[in-house]
């Protein structure tokens, strides 16, 4: 997704309105009509097939490759995105598509939209997925966009293995020069005549689908578009919301400004999780959706596979709602467990419930596995098989021994397909076992630099920035230049503990005048995940205290880091000090 700069920002408002006006027919250009509303899951024409999240992480980590031998990005008009085009043209022609380079002699950096279309169905009846294929210069972009760009690969490839009987054409767009201002995709709807623009139905957008803090956001949600693709989503109990953040931002933005309707999926980019938001679909409260967006680190270890998996499953619903036909009601199901996480003490055991639920044809017996669980730790439910649209109990049984820490394990249903649910479980050390206490060496700075690893100069007395509480502090940025500042501890979380509460107060300082772009950022980890992303904007004029349950970490060793980047002018300092680990 490209970044939102000022202007753009102040236009949006007035551009907005007219798209409406436009969508809604007012415009004096007829919009394509949109498509009919999908049918409920329970009529579903074709059960559509699962897209095999193996296959899509192949392709990330092709992209990735590719991106690292073409100097660490895959930018329009680099050697990294024509071998991102050539990648997916190689794939697509195997398969029997009709492929079209479209070279956009209007971009920044001038290059080919890829164009695949299934050649069949109906060719003035045309439904349009299209992802954006190009990176920013920053990094090797694999959830901005490789993510939305492997997921509608792989659907175009099940499409042909399948080789269903269609009822509508779809085509396949991966677009050039998305990031510079979607002129990829402008270009291609600028050369459409008024006809050929009428013969797309519908066109389906998905950018940065994998954000590893990501939540489930649907494009135009209550259209008429978007409803085979929310249909879905509502099947798994997701609760998916509108995306706001993306609005004016990606490809789709370019066809429903020529009349023709839009949906798609995102997971997000920059903007912060609400506490809402984390209580409904996991993640962290506070945090950027990708705290990597438009950065180096945004590589193949940056997505969530979850939620690239339903992402590619509700493409894949999609097609088949809208473009394929023939046969009778099939029967499908869907898997989710409530609480999606717990924990257990060597020991005990904990309980969750699965539940299923019928989505398309006929109830169903399903039975029930898990995977994933850690030595010493078994699974088990009662009853071992359900009917779809009834519940079980899942225990889960940690022994005197079992390993500690944290895993994911993987709830599997099993009937006419296989359907799969996530819950993250920790084990802990057992009733005994926890020596509590603080466990931050030297946490308010006073101490010289001992346990902590810090840049040259960030932890300081200076009385430029005052501490909060002493002399001394951690103070990174703050030079209204290029500069990257670090501050880390390891630290050792004993198992067994009945709370590990991490907290650090935080004062943000900064010459930045907008209100809106977040220009200089601070990112807080516990080992590789991100607990939160602050920047230019979180400015206060005193001290805010941060705290973070890190329960999910206990028996491990993991390193607390804070990162500081700052770009080329106006300074922005982040000040840290009285850093503490309670657990007890």
């Known amino acids: 997704m490209r970044r939102r700069t000022p202007t753009t920002s102040l236009a949006l408002a007035l551009v907005a309105t007219l798209t409406t006006a436009s969508l809604a ?68 022609q195997a398969a029997g598509y009709t492929i079209s380079e479209q070279y956009c002699t209007t971009c920044t950096y001038p290059g080919n939209n890829l164009i695949a279309e299934w050649p069949k169905g109906p060719s003035d009846q045309v439904v349009m997925f299209g992802a954006h294929l190009d990176g920013v210069a920053a990094g090797p972009g694999i959830n901005d966009n490789a993510s939305g760009s492997s997921v509608l690969l792989e659907n175009a490839l099940v499409l042909a293995a399948q080789n269903p009987t269609m009822t509508k054409r779809v085509r396949f767009a991966w677009w050039n ?12 709807v600028n050369q459409l005549s008024s006809t050929q623009r009428g013969y797309i139905k519908g066109y389906y957008n998905f950018d940065m689908v994998g954000s590893p803090n990501g939540g489930y956001f649907i494009n135009r949600i209550t259209s008429a578009t978007a409803a085979p693709l929310k249909a879905y989503w509502d ?6 919301e509108e995306n706001t953040e993306g609005q004016g931002r990606s490809d789709d933005y370019s066809f429903a400004n020529v009349g023709i309707q839009t949906s798609g999926y995102a997971a997000g980019a920059s903007y912060t999780k609400s506490s809402a938001q984390a ?56 898997v989710s467990v409530s609480p999606t996480s717990g924990s257990v003490a060597r020991g005990g055991s904990t309980t969750a419930t699965v539940s299923t639920a019928t989505t398309a044809g006929s109830a169903q017996t399903v039975a029930l596995s898990a995977g994933g669980a850690p030595s010493g730790v078994s699974v088990s439910f009662s009853p071992s098989s359900v009917t779809s649209g009834g519940s079980v109990t899942m225990t889960v049984t ?91 501890q390891p630290v050792t979380l004993p198992a067994g503990c009945a709370s590990y509460t991490f907290s650090f107060w935080l004062h943000i300082d900064t010459a930045e005048t907008t209100g809106s772009i977040a220009y200089d950022k601070l990112t ?57 680990l309670q657990v007890g």
Do not use: M
């Open 25 to 92: 027919g007012t415009a004096s250009a007829a919009p394509a009509p949109a498509l009919a509303p999908a049918p409920a899951p329970a009529v579903a024409a074709l059960a559509a097939p699962d897209v095999s999240l193996s296959n899509i992480q192949a392709h990330l980590t092709q992209f990735s490759s590719i991106a690292s031998s073409n100097g660490g990005n895959r930018r329009s008009g680099s050697a990294g995105y024509t071998a991102s085009v050539d990648y997916v043209k190689s794939r697509l």
């Open 177 to 188: 020069g998305e990031e510079q201002g979607l002129q990829g995709s402008k270009y291609y």
């Open 235 to 240: 099947s798994l109990g997701i609760s998916p």
């Open 279 to 334: 209580a409904k679909w996991g993640g962290t409260a506070g945090a950027a959706y990708d705290g990597c967006y438009h950065r180096s680190c945004d590589n193949s270890s940056n997505i969530n596979t979850t939620i690239v998996n339903r992402a590619a499953d509700g493409v894949a619903y999609a097609i088949w709602q809208l473009a394929v036909g023939g046969g009778t009601p099939s029967n499908d199901f869907s």
């Open 398 to 488: 940690a022994s005197a021994s079992a390993t500690t820490g944290t895993f994911t394990l993987t709830v599997t249903g099993t009937g006419s397909a296989t359907r799969t649910a996530s819950y993250t479980l920790t084990v802990t050390g057992g009733s005994g076992g926890c020596t509590g206490g603080q466990l931050i060496g030297n946490s308010s700075f006073e101490s010289g630099t001992t346990p902590w690893t810090a840049s040259s100069g960030v932890i300081t007395n200076s009385s430029s920035q005052a501490a909060r509480t002493g002399s001394y502090k951690a103070w990174l940025n703050g030079y209204g230049t290029s500069r990257t500042d670090t501050l880390s």
């Open 524 to 580: 807080v980890q516990v080992g590789s995940t991100t607990l939160a992303t602050y920047s230019n904007l979180n400015k206060a004029a005193g001290y805010t205290q941060r705290t973070f349950n890190l329960a999910g970490y206990a028996g491990q060793t993991v390193t607390l880091k804070w990162t500081g980047v700052e770009d080329s002018s106006l300074q922005t300092s982040f000040v840290v000090d009285d850093v503490t």
